[in-house]
Nanobody, 124 residues
């Protein structure tokens, strides 16, 4: 059974930074494509960033491009999201997810395991 546990969320002022982590266990992390998603109150879950199994391919939503960086450490079974220049509109619960297949990173149905989420709140 795959388990994904996010950490690193919190309250930060606009313009600040946070680093999220996602610890994976019970699966084949080093061979899995992974992603970060987020969901704000009253809104649908939104794609943030994705990374292929070896970090050679990285994909970002336009809203975070140039501010967020996704990375991974396969030796530690851990996925990261470095978030800089945070804005109030980045406030959401952030989830890591394992991609199970399909041709696109941008649809929730291509992911089979999700973490419980970590809250990120950016104050203005």
């Amino acid at each position: 059974q795959v388990q994904l546990v996010e950490s690193g969320g919190g309250l930060v002022q606009s313009g600040g930074s946070l680093r999220l982590s996602c610890a994976a266990s019970g699966g084949t992390f080093s061979r899995d494509a992974m992603a970060w998603w987020r969901q704000a109150p009253g809104k649908e879950r939104e794609f943030v960033a994705a990374i292929n199994w070896n970090g050679g391919g990285r994909y970002y939503a336009d809203s975070v491009k140039g501010r967020f960086t996704i990375s991974r450490d396969n030796a530690k079974n851990t996925l990261y999201l470095q978030m800089n220049s945070l804005k109030p509109e980045d406030t959401a619960v952030y989830y890591c997810a394992r991609r199970s297949g399909g041709s696109s990173y941008y649809y929730t149905y291509n992911y089979d395991y999700w973490g419980q989420g970590t809250q990120v709140t950016v104050s203005s």
